[in-house]
């Protein structure tokens, strides 16, 4: 049996985070605030100097080997107010009900 894979996008080497975060995870970010699923998955070979601190911090490259904690990039919201009126339209358009689902899994609400 052959394995086989399926990549929605491969970026190479010199892709910068802030190519990845506006072509990969900004329209993510405007479909979850729109009541959206969504999973974003990255992965790179560890010792490729791609490692940030999850803080932020200086933006330096710092190899695995000088400190394994660190394994992210910061990315800065550039436009916050783009953020707070995606929330505000989105809060206007949410709606909360009660549902049957929970009298089904629970026994002593669906004896009441």
Same mark, same amino acid.
């Given at each position: *049996? #052959?394995?086989?894979?399926? !990549?929605?996008?491969?970026?190479?080497?010199?892709?910068?985070?802030? &190519?990845? $975060?506006?072509? *990969?995870?900004?329209?993510?970010?405007?479909?979850?605030? @729109?009541? $959206?699923?969504?999973?974003? !998955?990255? +992965?790179?070979?560890? @010792?490729?100097?791609?490692? $940030?601190?999850? /803080? @932020? @911090?200086?933006?330096?490259?710092?190899?695995? #080997?000088?400190?394994?904690? *660190?394994?992210?990039? /910061?990315?800065?919201? #550039?436009? &916050?107010? #783009?953020? +707070?009126?995606?929330?505000?339209?989105? %809060?206007?358009?949410?709606?909360? %009900? %009660?549902?049957? *689902?929970?009298?089904?899994?629970?026994?002593?609400?669906?004896?009441?």
């Amino acid at each position: *049996m #052959k394995a086989s894979s399926v !990549f929605d996008k491969v970026h190479g080497p010199s892709t910068t985070q802030e &190519r990845v $975060y506006s072509e *990969m995870v900004s329209p993510q970010v405007e479909r979850i605030l @729109g009541g $959206y699923n969504c999973t974003l !998955f990255a +992965y790179r070979q560890t @010792g490729t100097r791609k490692t $940030y601190t999850m /803080e @932020g @911090g200086s933006g330096e490259h710092n190899s695995d #080997k000088e400190d394994p904690t *660190m394994l992210a990039q /910061e990315v800065r919201v #550039k436009d &916050r107010a #783009k953020v +707070y009126r995606l929330l505000r339209r989105n %809060a206007q358009e949410r709606t909360t %009900a %009660a549902t049957l *689902m929970n009298m089904r899994s629970s026994p002593l609400q669906s004896s009441m």
